[in-house]
């Protein structure tokens, strides 16, 4: 019944090893182990432990195979976001059709966000808030960051977040998504004097967002004389330098999130209404107990 090591002349791996390239030492190892590994099965004398080992190691193959089916996908759509199908399927040497079907192509309107395959996230970060010598994070941005992470997960595209410190004044390079407001960094405000639709200021001792064409304001109902559980958030989308920069500013944190949660849920429709232009809107939205309940578009948006 042995075969030793002439069990491989009828493999599917047979001959693997010498069509890959010299660098693929991952691939050869892997080959050698299984080759091993099978050969050690094929070698034990006792029918019985020989089929209750093949058995279990074909049994933990299987399991195995999710694992590398996925981190075979994340890599591809990883090399998708730098090259064409193409270029990858001559890469894998597989047909641009193996490719399509291995990883879908993204839905159209992940390029709201841009077409890098990497998106930016910045989050505010605030100082002097307690005795504590550090920066601190408002609970309600970080939700509105990880709401944005997950959704760009969803789309394919990596996310690296960063933080927003008081006197910053740049994005950084790539396709970014800004959750600040003008009070917070400077970096917000010459983002909002670009946008000929809006603008944020404050007045009165509150913050609102005004339309430029006619003038009308937008409070957050949060601020008013009987407060409502309700808030506003300016939403934008720029092109500058080749790059996108999606930009969020509640009128307060929990306003961001609301922003937040009405892209996830409209991206789609957002973006068959603006395709890739620079756009601005102000989003509403509800909550109870720190958890957005409901959110709608007030005005926009404004294509520019």
């Not at 058995?55 to 981190?71: G, I, M, S, T």
């Not at 399927?89 to 839905?107: C, D, G, K, N, T």
Request: net charge negative; hydrophobic share 40%; charged share 25%.
């Amino acid at each position: 019944m042995a075969v030793g090591a002439d069990w491989s002349r009828g493999s599917k791996l047979a001959g693997v090893s010498e069509d890959i390239d010299d660098g693929a030492e991952i691939l050869r190892r892997f080959i050698a182990a299984y080759t091993e590994t099978v050969a050690a099965i094929d070698k034990l004398e006792d029918p019985g432990k020989a089929a209750r080992v093949a058995h279990q190691v074909y049994d933990a193959h299987q399991k195995l195979r999710p694992d590398l089916a996925d981190l075979r996908t994340r890599w591809m759509k990883a090399a998708g976001a730098r090259m064409t199908n193409k270029e990858l399927a001559v890469a894998l040497q597989i047909s641009e059709a193996r490719v399509s079907q291995l990883v879908p192509s993204p839905p159209p309107y992940r390029a709201l966000f841009g077409d890098s395959g990497t998106v930016h996230i910045g989050y505010p970060v605030r100082h002097g808030i307690t005795d504590l010598d550090r920066p601190l994070v408002a609970g309600e941005d970080a939700a509105t960051t990880d709401a944005l992470s997950s959704l760009l997960s969803t789309l394919g595209v990596e996310v690296d977040r960063f933080q927003v410190v008081a006197d910053e004044t740049k994005v950084p390079d790539g396709d970014t998504v800004l959750i600040c407001g003008p009070k917070t960094a400077p970096v917000a405000g010459r983002l909002i004097e670009r946008d000929p639709a809006l603008t944020m200021l404050e007045e009165g001792g509150r913050w609102w967002i005004e339309v430029t064409s006619s003038a009308a304001r937008y409070g957050s109902p949060s601020d008013q004389p009987e407060p409502q559980q309700s808030d506003v958030a300016y939403l934008a989308r720029h092109v500058m330098d080749d790059r996108v920069i999606i930009h969020i500013a509640g009128i307060h944190s929990i306003g961001s999130l609301g922003a937040a949660h009405h892209l996830a849920g409209h991206v789609a429709a957002l973006h068959k209404k603006v395709r890739k232009t620079q756009f601005s809107a102000i989003i509403r939205c509800t909550f109870e107990d720190r958890r957005i309940t409901g959110t709608d578009m007030l005005a926009g948006p404004f294509t520019w």
